[in-house]
């Protein structure tokens, strides 16, 4: 059974650098295969799709988030990693990495996602 963690500081402060790293346990062969998406939730809002990883290594971001976001593979650590800079007042949000078999560009629906996180809480204060 694939499992997906979320890990990261709770509290990052204003315009500085976010980092998470979502760990993947119990994959086997097709997960090889697969994308490896971001996906947060801000307070009393929905889910916003923010970008994902190919299995190649392609990756593709939410345009308003582009400029700002980074998504690696760290294959040697079984993880794939979100990168958010400069984070602001907006970036709150409960954080999810999510896997799927099919490439769904801007997909939040959980049902499009074969592998979905727990979420880890991420404030912004100073």
């Known amino acids: 059974q694939v499992q997906l963690q979320e890990s990261g500081p709770g509290l990052v402060k204003p315009s500085h650098t976010l980092f998470l790293a979502c760990t993947v346990s119990?994959?086997?062969?097709?997960?090889?295969?697969?994308?490896w998406a971001w996906i947060r939730q801000p307070p009393g809002k929905g889910l916003e799709w923010m970008g994902v990883i190919s299995y190649t290594g392609s990756t593709y971001y939410r345009p308003s988030l582009k400029s700002r976001t980074s998504i690696a593979r760290d294959t040697s650590k079984n993880q794939f990693t979100l990168q958010l800079l400069s984070v602001t007042p907006e970036d709150p949000a409960v954080y999810y990495c999510a896997a799927s078999k099919t490439l769904s560009l801007g997909a939040t629906d959980k049902n499009r996602y074969d592998y979905w996180g727990q979420g880890t809480q991420v404030t912004v204060s100073s």
């Open positions: 119990g994959a086997s062969g097709p997960t090889a295969f697969y994308y």
